[in-house]
């Protein structure tokens, strides 16, 4: 939990500062902010830029090496194969005889281009690891920041649009940071080595084969306007179709009870189309560049050919020469290449970084106060005083609820449906922050407790109980990280879980799947309910634990409940319900009205 200083109120609030896809920064904004798919992965780069800049070293070596390759070909074409009449040429100061230079310049051959090989192998592994380990840094800061997000920001952002942003997104900003490693220092300096050295050996050539240069630099940037707008689409529209996608596949038993694969077919098939269109005119922009640049690079290339073969034919250059000054060419047209695509990565970069960072700069939370207290055991009960909630401003579901609950007993909340029982124990909870009023637990405001110790108060048993891919055990344990397998098994068996659980291929040790979807309703809840038992919270919160269950399911579960909350382990209780069997456990029933207040 983010900490935060004394200022302004008293206690901290909700600060919305996100932003959403319909404020989302249009192609323009995105062109503005070039850098920042650089600065949204720098603080997870920090502790790996030792190794990217050895990364960097190495492929400004392998440079140099690439620099000297074409300098075994023009000695064996001028000392070996062509000899000029004069003497002069590449290697003209060397006197040894030609088959003894030709092996010569081919051993350079291959000692450069392994040289070559080996520095790229070892720059490319340095890079990639690092890479990879700023993307699992990302990761893991993004979903720390989602787990800790507030339940509003979650209410509107969709799950499977966030699994999108966490690996797409965060794989596209990794693309950035090698592409930049690998290619801007070492093409830069491959540009200033190449331009220096055919200044150097021919400056009339040089000058010829850069006359493209301003004509490749407009185009560049140009291109990468289009490049930014359309990748920027192109991620947006991905983004909604994994959301659509996780939404149907969460929901495919109903799709199939309902018979309605077609219509689920139909909602995926726009979205799919959608995708299809945008990546398609993305690909098309892209691939327009390739082209462009090579034919304006050729027309530079064939310019100096020209004008270099005359002077071939006249004798002030030797073939050797002119291919060195190709070479170079070459050479020199590669960075430029490479510069050019590099503004094509930073541009899908910069499209991912902006959904990367609404992700990573969201202070949509339930803070912690700076000075946050451990919550009080809970030993003379809670207190909503004067509450008003609503999830969406205009719209309270409490207005000035007042309910107390001592310590010790069992209170249970009734009610018609959609009133605002189980968002008062969601507030409780302090999954959301009230608008207006507070919630004290043994007298002290929650909001002046840390969030940590505050839900360790609290057993809480939701409506649907959520249920890991994981085993019988280890779901019972999830309500009590120090739980051991005894005390499992025996909140198993205080909830009723050991009469399926005898029954099950492993046990407790039985994976459940998904969602827990190897079990009945029943069972689910049953299962919830022994994580509230295995659990040392004084108060058990349970929210309509008994619904759509059979009445001899109902009845198990009610005794489950009976057996966790009475006798020596006697505990807090504030349940939820419209069963009135398990309301008459309760010792006082609280009618909620639609007065929008409680009734004690
Ligand atoms: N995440 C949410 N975003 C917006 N509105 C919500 C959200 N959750 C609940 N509501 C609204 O708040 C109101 C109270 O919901 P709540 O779940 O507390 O009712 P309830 O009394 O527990 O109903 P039920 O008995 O049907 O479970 C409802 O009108 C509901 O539409």
Not at 274 to 289: F, G, N, P, Q, S
Request: positive net charge; proline residues 5%.
């Amino acid at each position: 939990m983010v900490r935060q200083p004394p200022e302004g109120s008293p206690t901290t609030v909700l600060v919305p500062r996100c932003t959403t896809e319909a404020d989302q920064p249009t192609a323009s904004v995105v062109v503005m902010k070039l850098p920042l798919s650089l600065a949204v992965a720098g603080p997870a780069a920090r502790p790996e830029l030792p190794a990217l800049a050895a990364a960097s070293g190495l492929v400004v070596l392998r440079v140099g090496a690439v620099l000297l390759r074409p300098w075994p070909l023009a000695l064996a074409v001028d000392h070996a194969l062509r000899p000029t009449a004069s003497g002069s040429g590449v290697g003209s100061g060397i006197w040894a005889s030609p088959v003894a230079v030709l092996v010569l310049a081919a051993v350079a051959s291959v000692l450069l281009s392994a040289v070559v090989g080996l520095l790229d192998m070892a720059s490319l592994r340095t890079v990639e690891g690092a890479a990879e380990r700023i993307g699992a840094s990302l990761r893991a800061d993004m979903f720390q920041r989602t787990m800790t997000r507030s339940l509003r920001w979650h209410d509107r952002m969709r799950s499977g649009e966030l699994v999108s942003r966490l690996t797409t997104d965060v794989g596209r900003l990794l693309d950035a940071v090698v592409a930049v490693t690998t290619s801007f220092l070492p093409d830069a300096v491959m540009l200033a080595g190449v331009l220096a050295l055919l200044v150097a050996f021919d400056p009339q050539l040089a000058l010829i084969g850069l006359t493209v240069a301003p004509v490749l630099a407009v185009l560049a940037v140009r291109q990468r306007r289009r490049i930014r707008a359309a990748q920027h689409a192109a991620r947006t529209e991905s983004g909604r179709l994994a959301g659509a996608t996780t939404d149907l596949l969460r929901n495919v038993r109903a799709v199939q009870a309902f018979g309605r694969i077609d219509r689920a077919a139909a909602i995926f098939g726009t979205r799919n189309r959608a995708v299809l269109d945008v990546e398609l005119r993305a690909i098309d922009v892209d691939a327009r560049w390739t082209p462009m640049a090579d034919i304006v690079l050729a027309i530079g290339t064939a310019l100096v050919l020209v004008v270099g073969g005359r002077h071939v034919l006249t004798g002030s250059l030797s073939v050797g020469e002119l291919l060195v000054v190709l070479a170079y060419l070459r050479d020199l047209y590669s960075p430029v290449r490479g510069l050019t695509r590099l503004s094509v990565v930073l541009a899908k970069a910069g499209a991912s970084a902006v959904r990367v960072r609404e992700v990573l700069d969201c202070d949509e939370a339930v803070e912690d106060r700076y000075d946050a207290r451990p919550a009080p055991r809970l030993r003379s009960g809670v207190r909503f005083e004067q509450v008003s909630f609503g999830y969406e401003p205009g719209r309270p579901v409490l207005d000035h609820f007042d309910l107390d609950i001592t310590a010790g007993e069992t209170a249970c909340l009734l009610g018609p449906s959609g009133i605002g029982k189980s968002t008062t124990l969601h507030l409780l909870l302090r999954l959301y922050d009230v608008d207006a009023g507070r919630i004290l637990i043994d007298g002290v405001d929650l909001r002046d407790c840390d969030q940590r110790s505050l839900r360790d108060r609290f057993a809480f048993v939701p409506q649907d109980p959520w249920l890991l891919d994981a085993t019988v055990a280890e779901n019972i344990a999830f309500g009590n990280q120090n739980a051991t397998r005894a005390g499992v098994v025996a909140a198993g068996r205080t909830a009723l879980v050991d009469e399926f659980a005898d029954r099950l291929p492993f046990g407790y040790d039985t994976p459940l799947g998904e969602g827990g979807v190897r079990l009945s309703g029943g069972q689910r809840r049953r299962v919830a309910l022994a994580r509230a038992a295995v659990s040392p919270a004084p108060m058990v919160l349970l929210d309509e634990p008994t619904a759509s269950l059979d009445p001899v399911s109902a009845g198990t579960v009610i005794q489950a409940i009976r057996a966790m909350t009475t006798g020596p382990s006697r505990r807090t209780v504030l349940m939820v319900t419209h069963d009135r069997d398990l309301a008459a456990i309760a010792d006082r029933v609280v009618t909620l009205d639609h007065d929008l207040a409680g009734r004690r």
